[in-house]
């Protein structure tokens, strides 16, 4: 599964926009590339999957480059309540949805 | 109701006791995990189970036993709990291959081995 590298924290403002980079240079073909959002002592909840371009939600926005070694999750005008640590994962469903959770990112959004 | 529910929330024992935790889901999904985290880290896989015949060993298997009892049961035991599984504990299932990466996670269990 490809190794993710992503900034340990960030820091931002209410009404903010967030971008978190996450390299993964040895991305594979087949691999998908998703996001996941944990609060302290609870468990990570999905945020956004994408492959290639851009994808958005409800919540969440995630621009992909041609050569996919990296991709950026962006929230738009964050909240205090946006506070948690941010996942970035690579792989395939095709491996049984075996997911590898790095350290993560966490961001902190002050008042 | 939570679709996936942890049974203890937190759980306080001593080195060498057998601790069973427990894993419940309403989602229909084949798939369950059971995940580890320690401070200031990202969860590690110990078992995972892609339907009720099937187990296999994670990441971090070694001093860890887990029983599929049913599609939505998974349970997970320390056959003797050392101090070093003190951890948060988080059980998840998964969508079915085809419908992407998602999982989703129950509340967790904090584990205290003193």
């Known amino acids: 599964l490809a190794k993710t590298t992503q900034p340990i924290s960030m820091d931002s403002y209410e009404g903010q926009e967030v971008n978190i980079t996450c390299s993964h240079n040895?991305?594979?073909?087949?691999?998908?590339i998703t996001w996941y959002q944990q609060f302290p002592s609870q468990g990570p909840r999905f945020i956004i999957q994408?492959?290639?371009t851009k994808v958005t939600n409800e919540v969440a926005s995630l621009f992909i480059p041609a050569d996919r070694k990296s991709s950026t999750l962006s929230l738009p005008r964050v909240s205090l309540s946006d506070t948690a640590v941010y996942y970035c994962?690579?792989?395939?469903?095709?491996?049984?949805?075996?997911?590898?959770f790095g350290a993560g990112t966490i961001l902190r959004v002050k008042s | 109701d939570a679709d996936v529910t942890q049974t203890p929330r937190n759980r306080i024992t001593k080195t060498g006791k057998r601790i069973m935790l427990e894993c419940s889901q309403t989602?229909?999904?084949?798939?369950m995990y059971w995940y580890r985290q320690d401070p200031g880290l990202g969860l590690r896989l110990i078992y995972y189970?892609?339907?009720?015949?099937?187990?296999n060993k994670g990441e971090i298997s070694d001093g860890y036993s887990v029983s599929r009892q049913a599609q939505a049961k998974f349970s997970l035991s320390l056959e003797s709990a050392i101090p070093n599984q003190t951890a948060l504990y988080f059980c998840?299932?998964?969508?079915?291959?085809?419908?992407?990466?998602?999982?989703?996670f129950g509340p967790g269990t904090r584990l205290t081995v003193l």
């Open positions: 994962l690579v792989g395939t469903g095709e491996y049984g949805n075996k997911l590898v």
């Open positions: 040895n991305i594979a073909t087949n691999d998908y």
């Open positions: 994408g492959y290639k």
């Open positions: 989602k229909g999904h084949d798939r």
């Open positions: 189970s892609f339907d009720v015949k099937d187990i």
């Open positions: 998840a299932t998964g969508a079915p291959v085809g419908a992407g990466n998602e999982q989703f």
